[in-house]
């Protein structure tokens, strides 16, 4: 099939790239000049495990390519995917304007029948307006497909092949027949393509992600309570997770979720609840509590140093969001370095991806290391912010010979308790024992 994916971000390259793993004709444009050159001259410009080996063997293939120029994507396309950006507008809800502005753009180039398959995450009543858009400029007949994109950044190649479930929202008798045969191919093993109208297709996604970040926040509540009660979060973890209903999956607790779709997709949907007159409780309270576990850990380093740290130096390993990825939006460890900043200590980090996106959108607010161990040199701590698997098996003896103090706040449990006792570290996780 002809196929075009506007917009290469995290979702558009890897949806492009998966699409032409499968023999089909890509093209993928996007009006980032200087990104679009990169990926002509063979780079991919993201960090996701997995990606580069698709996108060069399908470059070389001739089944990927890509473009800033819209009309020569649209042209021969049977299907365009929409994957652009859908950020907070200013009051919280999702700015529709790059969905609305490419639908726009792309009606008045088309001549014939096209599929548009919008990817982001959008409100419910989106592909209403993408419809009313194509209605207003041009006569061709389009169907507009809601289908939500799952992914997870940092095995993003993998559920993209392998999905749990695709879900299509149309009612198009068409344009189902061509989807499920696109989609055919990733969903060999028999999980479902779940076909559904475009308004419950657009709220599964706000569904899904608002599900999972409510059970995190629910989690790191209990770790929370873990640690004034006495209690160990581990236990606590293992004590619910195996019970079917609950499973184990996503019971981590940790310094907050973060990334580009948890926290804007609940505050979107706590706003399109609210557009309803729907006061949705539970999710403001999530939101709430997620914003006061991101700095959780400059709590604890504020107490132990009797709330003066102006002068001290510390070591933060870890900055994007999670591991496996070079997505550092809405990371909880640019919140903590804003906080040490703030409180007039300085700060040296290390990131095996991050460290590019972290200097452009802070620069030499703080001292970026090498590499993990140089990170120590001179710190009086050392702060830890995402477990990157580098990260959890390090060099005690080294850390030792490096850091001023043997002392750790690990924001995502890395450690064995009784190591850490044995090598006689202060030591302070998430819900769990006190080390000191
Ligand atoms: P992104 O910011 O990484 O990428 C968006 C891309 O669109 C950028 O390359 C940008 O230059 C390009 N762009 C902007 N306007 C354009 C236009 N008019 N024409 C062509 N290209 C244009 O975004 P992302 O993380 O890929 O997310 C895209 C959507 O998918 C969002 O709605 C997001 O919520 C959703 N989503 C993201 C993930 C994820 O893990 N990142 C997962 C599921 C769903």
Partial sequence: MKIAVVGTGYVGLVTGTCLSETGNDVICVDINDAKVKKMQ???????????????????EQGRLTFTTNLADAVKDAQIIFMALPTPPGGDGAADLSYILGAAKDISKLITEYKIIVNKSTVPVGTADKVRA?????????VD??????????????????????????????RAKKLMTELYGPYVRQGNPILFMDERSSELT???ANSFLATKITFMNEIAN??????????????????????????????IGYGGSCFPKDVQALVMAADENTYDFQILKSVMEVNERQKTIIVDKVLKYYKNEIQGKHFALWGLAFKPETDDIREAPALYIIDALVNHGATVTVFDPEGMENVKGVIGDKVKYAQNQYEALEGADALLIATEWSVFRNPDFAKIEGILKNKVIF???????????????????SIGRKLID
Avoid at 41 to 59: A, C, K, S, W
Avoid at 133 to 141: D, M, P, Q, Y
Avoid at 240 to 249: A, E, N, Y
Wanted: hydrophobic share 40%.
């Fill in 410 to 428: 690990d924001g995502r449990n890395l450690y064995d308790l009784q190591k850490m006792i044995d090598l006689g570290y202060y030591y302070n």
């Fill in 205 to 207: 996604k706000y569904a």
């Fill in 225 to 254: 309570l873990c640690e004034l009660v006495g209690a160990d979060v581990d236990a606590v973890r293992k004590g619910i997770g195996s019970d079917d209903r609950i499973g184990k999956r996503f019971l981590f607790p940790g």
């Fill in 41 to 59: 001259n063979g780079e991919v410009p993201i960090y996701e495990p997995g990606l580069d080996l698709l996108f060069h063997r399908n470059i």
């Fill in 133 to 141: 858009v194509f209605a207003a400029n041009t006569s061709i007949e």
């Fill in 144 to 173: 507009v497909v809601s289908n939500p994109e799952f992914l997870r950044e940092g095995v993003a190649v993998e559920d993209f092949m392998k999905p749990d479930r695709v879900v299509l929202g149309t009612t198009s008798e």
